[in-house]
C-alpha cells in the first residue's frame, strides 16, 4: 500500500493542518476523525486495514483528514457564534485549499467520497449535503445531524446552514435535489450503547430525505451494535464493498 504523510500550512485555519493518503489509485475519499480526532485515528483503529484489498486493488485512495472540532462546535467554552465561524474557516479549508491538493494529487477526474463515523460521520454528510457538486458518494456512520447536541437552541446562519436537520427541511432547490437523487448516500447506526442519539437523529435524516424523494441506504443495525470501532470497521468495509464507485 502506499502511504504518504502531507503537511500543508492553511491560510484559511492560519496553522499547519496534516493529513495522510492511502494508495496509488480509483476514487478519493475524504476521511473525517471523530470528535477531536485526528488524521491518524483511521488508521490506529484498524479501519484502512479493514480495507486494504480495495486499497492495493485501485478502487480507493483515502484521504485521512484533521479536524478543529475542539476549535469550533466542541469548543463549549466559546460563545456558539465564534464556534460557527471557526467551522466556517474550516469549510473554507477543506474545499478551497485541500480538496484542490487531493484532484491533483490523485489525478481523479470525477467527484469525491467522504466518510466518517460519529462526529466524523456529521462533517462527512455536511460536506456532502452541501456541496454535492464536489462529492458524490457519503458513508455516514453513527453521526448525529443537528445542533441540538453542540449549541443548544442558539440559531444563526453558520449553525443553520452547517446541520444537515436544520436545512435539509426546507431544501426545494432542484439543483440539489436532483444530484442527490444521483449519488451514493449511506446512513448506517446502532442500536446498542452509546447510540441513542445518533438513532434518533439518523431516523431524522431519513424522514427529511424521504419528503425530498431522496433514494438513501440507510441502515439501522441490532441492539448489540455499539457507538465503538469494531463495529464501524464491520460496517466500513461492508458498505464501501457494496457501493457502485465512480
Known amino acids: 500500500m ?21 494508495g496509488h489509485a480509483g476514487k478519493p475519499v475524504l476521511v473525517f476523525p471523530t470528535g477531536c480526532g485526528r488524521f491518524y485515528e483511521f488508521e490506529d483503529f484498524g479501519m484502512v486495514e479493514a480495507v486494504r484489498d480495495q486499497i492495493d486493488g485501485g478502487r480507493v485512495t483515502l484521504y485521512t483528514v484533521d479536524s478543529v ?45 467522504t466518510t466518517g463515523c460519529s462526529m466524523g460521520a456529521y462533517h462527512a454528510a455536511n460536506f456532502f449535503f452541501k456541496h454535492p457538486d464536489i462529492f458524490d458518494t457519503v458513508i455516514a456512520l453513527s453521526g448525529m445531524y443537528g445542533p441540538q447536541h453542540f449549541v443548544g437552541d442558539y440559531m444563526d446562519d453558520n449553525v ?61 443495525w441490532g441492539n448489540n451494535v455499539s457507538h465503538d470501532w469494531p463495529w464501524w470497521r464491520k460496517q466500513w468495509r461492508y458498505f464501501l464493498g457494496e457501493l457502485n464507485l465512480r
Open 2 to 22: 502506499n502511504v504518504e504523510y502531507h503537511k500543508m500550512w492553511s491560510q484559511h485555519l492560519n496553522k499547519d493542518m496534516e493529513f495522510k493518503s492511502y
Open 69 to 113: 472540532d475542539c476549535e469550533s462546535w466542541m469548543a463549549h467554552w466559546m460563545p456558539p457564534g465564534d464556534r460557527g465561524e471557526r467551522h466556517l474557516q474550516y469549510e473554507h479549508y477543506i474545499l478551497d485549499e485541500l480538496v484542490p491538493f487531493v484532484n491533483d494529487h490523485s489525478g481523479y477526474e470525477g467527484s469525491l467520497g
Open 160 to 220: 443553520y446552514f452547517n446541520f444537515p436537520l436544520c436545512y435539509l427541511p426546507n431544501l426545494t432547490d432542484p439543483w440539489y435535489i436532483e444530484r442527490f437523487r444521483e449519488a451514493e448516500i449511506v446512513i448506517c447506526v446502532g442500536q446498542g450503547m452509546w447510540e441513542e442519539d445518533s438513532l434518533r437523529e439518523t431516523r431524522l435524516l431519513e424522514q427529511d430525505l424521504h419528503a425530498l424523494g431522496v433514494p438513501a441506504w440507510v441502515d439501522i
